[in-house]
């Protein structure tokens, strides 16, 4: 199985603080890479797919890049409503296995 | 409106069986993959199981492979996951999910449902 490691687990930032989550694949998966947020008692939400397409209706203040292995997500300039937990998700090899989990809280 | 409502979800005994239903309206139903992706209290999110279309192709992630089977009645716009030999650590909330692309199956989500939770305890 692939494994999908996310740093850091955990980040503090504040309203307007642009701020970067990374994603390791153990093996190569292309540009197959996906990001979602989930807010508590929520389901995930599409951001990014493809390692850099934008989901429609998502703010342009996030950002996906990367491919091959090494992967991020970056906020640009943090809103309230950004502050939940994000994962990473590979979608080229079975079993689709996702990060652990990033969860991004205000300072 | 792309609407998925999972329902069937409770307390079952170990060893126990459970179908879980996700009903979906808002889109043609039998052009889209559909998958069942589960979270586990306080963990994080873990793909289950994997239906064509047409229903002619499936996908389960080993820890539950011969254990579930998904399904599909693209007549009555139903996904199904019948579930057997439950163990505790199947414990989770179980989202449905919409693959984003028409006739194909690439695994990331556009629209998901709110879950229901399977509890697996005596």
């Known amino acids: 199985d692939i494994q999908m490691t996310q740093s850091p687990s955990s980040v503090s930032a504040s309203v307007g603080d642009r701020v970067t989550i990374t994603c390791r694949a153990s093996h190569v998966i292309s540009n197959s890479l996906v990001w979602y947020q989930q807010k508590p008692g929520q389901a995930p939400k599409l951001l990014i797919f493809?390692?850099?397409s934008l989901q429609s209706g998502v703010p342009s203040r996030f950002s996906g890049s990367g491919s091959g292995t090494d992967f991020a997500l970056t906020v640009s300039s943090l809103q309230p409503e950004d502050f939940a937990t994000y994962y990473c998700h590979q979608t080229d090899s079975f079993p689709y296995t996702f990060g652990q989990g990033t969860k991004l809280q205000i300072k | 409106e792309v609407q998925l409502l999972e329902s069937g979800g409770g307390l079952v005994q170990p060893g126990g069986s459970l179908r879980l239903s996700c009903a979906v309206s808002g889109f043609t139903f039998s052009n889209y993959a559909m998958s069942w992706v589960r979270q586990a209290p306080g963990k994080g999110l873990e793909w289950v199981s994997a239906?064509?279309?047409?229903?002619?192709?499936?996908s389960y992630t080993n820890s539950v492979k011969g254990r579930f089977t998904i399904s599909r009645d693209n007549s009555e716009n139903t996904l199904y996951l019948q579930m057997s030999s439950l163990r505790a650590e199947d414990t989770a909330v179980y989202f449905c999910?919409?693959?984003?692309?028409?006739?194909?199956?690439?695994?990331?989500?556009?629209?998901w449902g709110q879950g229901t939770l399977l509890t697996v305890s005596s």
């Open positions: 239906i064509s279309g047409s229903g002619d192709r499936t």
């Open positions: 999910a919409k693959d984003q692309t028409y006739s194909s199956s690439t695994y990331y989500f556009d629209y």
């Open positions: 493809a390692a850099s």
